[in-house]
């Protein structure tokens, strides 16, 4: 796996190579459906509308991988759902509506059961285990 942080050596400022990064993380992976075109819909939403939230996602996104990366097989489940992490429900609706796993663990960050639902029941605990990493982890950088 490459680097988290020298995907984006060349960006001197660390906001915007967290965002930078994510961005660039984001253009590699192969993904199921529209989620990576959905992610950079996202990330530019974020960038027009509250540019101090996406800096605070992105670098919570490298944040959670790089403390979780020893347990992770494939960290785009986490990497998605933290990227996600402080979308509004507008906004799960609007770019998550047909990724089922990540809209899952948005709206559980939300406390909105409702998603939950149209997991899989084998898939529920990944999501309630994804939802509960990524809001102590979340709670870990408030205090």
């Known amino acids: 796996m490459f680097s988290l942080y020298d995907i984006s050596a060349d960006v001197p400022d660390p906001d915007q190579k967290a965002v930078?990064?994510?961005?660039?993380?984001?253009?590699r992976w192969i993904v199921r459906g529209l989620l990576?075109?959905?992610?950079?819909?996202?990330?530019?939403?974020?960038?027009?509308?509250d540019p101090a939230r996406l800096i605070r996602t992105c670098h919570?996104?490298?944040?959670?991988?790089?403390?979780?990366?020893?347990?992770l097989d494939d960290p785009k489940a986490l990497f998605?759902?933290?990227?996600?992490?402080?979308?509004?429900?507008?906004?799960?609706k609007r770019f998550l509506s047909e990724h089922y796993l990540t809209c899952a663990v948005a709206s559980l960050l939300r406390g909105n059961f409702d998603n939950l639902v149209a997991l899989p029941p084998a898939a529920r605990p990944k999501a309630e285990t994804l939802a509960r990493s990524i809001r102590e982890y979340l709670a870990g950088q408030v205090s």
Request: hydrophobic share 40%; net charge negative.
């Open 20 to 27: 930078t990064t994510v961005r660039r993380i984001n253009e």
């Open 36 to 49: 990576r075109e959905n992610a950079t819909a996202y990330l530019h939403h974020l960038e027009q509308t």
């Open 60 to 71: 919570a996104v490298l944040g959670l991988i790089k403390h979780h990366h020893a347990e």
């Open 80 to 92: 998605y759902s933290a990227l996600f992490s402080m979308a509004t429900r507008e906004e799960i």
